[in-house]
């Protein structure tokens, strides 16, 4: 699990907290329920208008994976698709069949089952490649969708503090009531600003990062199954594949630097 959006959520609400007590006031005068009605029922709610009833489900759906974060990364399969390049070359492709129920990346066991039935290579390479698109396809949706309450969320709060303020004017007969009208007025745009900046828009961000890392992954164990198919040795797999994902191990960069001096030291001699 990586907890990031839970650890910047819960530092972002307590700066404001903190920053609430330094002056002074209570955060119960923030927690106005008419206007937190409004920004939250009415954003979301345009939200939904802004595409279709299956976008928001799939939205609401992916809200755990946001939070919970990628569980297994590009790096992480490296190890994983060599041993499988090093089954093939020792007991042949129809190998890779075995233990398949064992298998729990759907994609990677999809890939196995297609080379073990011996699909062609140019067929193989297109269906990874459909099933990363669509796969793309449903993470921007999500994202997208976050994103869209993101920027709609200011602009509810603004209509929310024009309607109030609407209401004060119909009480300027009252001059004692005004100052607290006009404050519990703004807190509609400041719940705006709010849940834009530290809840929809940390959380569409967070799901397209997490939509890049699932590619990427995808990317590899589809990289890594075309060359075990073309029966590529497991150690070109490996580096073949530690050099598509982006976090490159440090020993990497070393072993380089060591060879580049070790080289330079000859022709010295």
Do not use: C
Request: proline share 4%; charged share 20%.
């Amino acid at each position: 699990m990586d907890p990031s959006l839970i650890l910047g959520l819960v530092l972002a609400f307590g700066a404001l907290v903190a920053m609430i007590n330094l002056e002074g006031a209570t955060i119960g005068s923030l927690l106005i329920p008419a206007p937190m009605v409004l920004v939250f029922g009415a954003t979301i709610a345009v939200g939904i208008a802004s595409g279709t009833v299956r976008d928001a489900l799939h939205a609401v759906k992916s809200l755990p994976r946001a939070f919970r974060g990628e569980r297994r990364t590009a790096s992480s399969m490296i190890d994983t698709v060599v041993g499988y390049a090093e089954k093939a070359r020792a007991e042949g492709l129809l190998a890779l069949e075995q233990g398949l129920e064992d298998e729990k990346d759907p994609f990677l066991r999809q890939a196995l089952q297609s080379i073990a039935d011996g699909t062609d290579a140019e067929d193989l390479r297109t269906l990874l490649e459909d099933e990363l698109t669509s796969t793309a396809a449903r993470n921007r949706t999500a994202s997208r969708f976050y994103m869209t309450l993101g920027g709609f969320a200011p602009t509810v709060g603004i209509i929310g503090t024009v309607v109030s303020l609407t209401h004060v004017l119909e009480k300027l007969d009252k001059p004692d009531t005004l100052g607290p009208m006009i404050a519990t007025a703004f807190v509609a745009t400041l719940w705006g600003l709010l849940s834009a900046n530290f809840i929809w828009l940390p959380i569409g961000g967070r799901l397209q990062r997490l939509g890049e890392l699932e590619l990427e992954r995808m990317t590899v164990l589809m990289e890594g199954m075309l060359a075990i198919q073309a029966g590529a040795p497991p150690q070109f797999v490996g580096e073949r594949l530690r050099a598509l994902v982006s976090e490159r191990p440090s020993a990497r960069s070393g072993r380089h630097a060591r060879t580049r001096a070790a080289e330079e030291t000859e022709q010295a001699s």
